[in-house]
């Protein structure tokens, strides 16, 4: 079984869509994250989320939103798509003294 | 959490010992040098982690100096499929931070 498991893989949509990716993780942790890659390859955290709560909310337009339905999921929604949103999104999880584990991320491509 | 500084590529003989160095010198009596991997096209892995005294898993061993400035690691018998960009991280082993992932080091393991 995947531990932490993201969908779609591959994204392709035009700009002004509204799109959403899926994260979904069967490891009991509390402590989920969304990171996004850039054309660079620098790994950049978006948002974090323990017990359903927001903790972490970097420097992210207000067209992403998080929303955790419960703990197992964390689903990342974003409106009004740009050009500059494209990038692979990386969804992980953490328990309590564990480490991080990540999804196998999600390419998104706005056209 | 403090910054590190990493060399951006290094080569490896397949087979040999590939020696991964990292500088921490700002590190705090209460941070964790981690050690994660990404593999092209896929999610960060998480390899090992340590405090002060050095440690081994079945992936690699982490050397810690002692005045914890820096670390090195090791993947002791370097294969083609360890070809990867690794990131050394230092933070406070909280649940609700997130992992601040640096430029990393590319990794080329040569047959």
């Known amino acids: 079984d995947t531990a932490v498991s993201q969908t779609p893989k591959y994204l392709v949509t035009q700009m002004g869509n509204d799109k959403s990716i899926k994260c979904e993780q069967n490891?009991?942790?509390?402590?989920m994250y969304w990171y996004k890659q850039d054309s660079k390859k620098f790994l950049k955290i978006m948002f974090s989320y323990n017990n359903k709560e927001l903790i972490i909310n970097e420097t992210v337009p207000n067209r992403f939103s998080p929303k955790s339905p419960d703990k197992a999921h964390l689903n990342l929604h974003i409106n009004s798509l740009e050009l500059g949103d494209s990038a692979v999104y990386f969804c992980?999880?953490?328990?309590?003294?564990?480490?991080?584990?990540f999804g196998q991320g999600t390419r998104l491509t706005v056209v | 959490d403090a910054k590190t500084t990493q060399p951006p590529s290094m080569d490896c003989a397949e087979g040999r010992a590939a020696n991964l160095p990292c500088n921490h010198s700002?590190?705090?009596?209460?941070?964790?040098v981690y050690w994660y991997r990404q593999i092209h096209s896929q999610g960060p892995q998480y390899i090992i982690h340590?405090?002060?005294n050095n440690e081994t898993n079945e992936m690699a061993s982490l050397i810690i100096t002692e005045d914890r400035k820096s670390s090195t690691l090791i993947l002791p018998h370097a294969t083609l499929r360890d070809t990867a960009v690794y990131y050394c991280?230092?933070?406070?082993?909280?649940?609700?931070?997130?992992?601040?992932f640096g430029k990393g080091t590319k990794l080329s393991v040569i047959p």
């Open positions: 700002t590190i705090s009596g209460n941070e964790y």
């Open positions: 992980a999880s953490r328990g309590r003294g564990t480490e991080a584990f």
């Open positions: 490891l009991g942790h509390d402590t």
């Open positions: 991280i230092v933070r406070v082993d909280r649940t609700r931070y997130q992992l601040t």
């Open positions: 340590g405090l002060k």
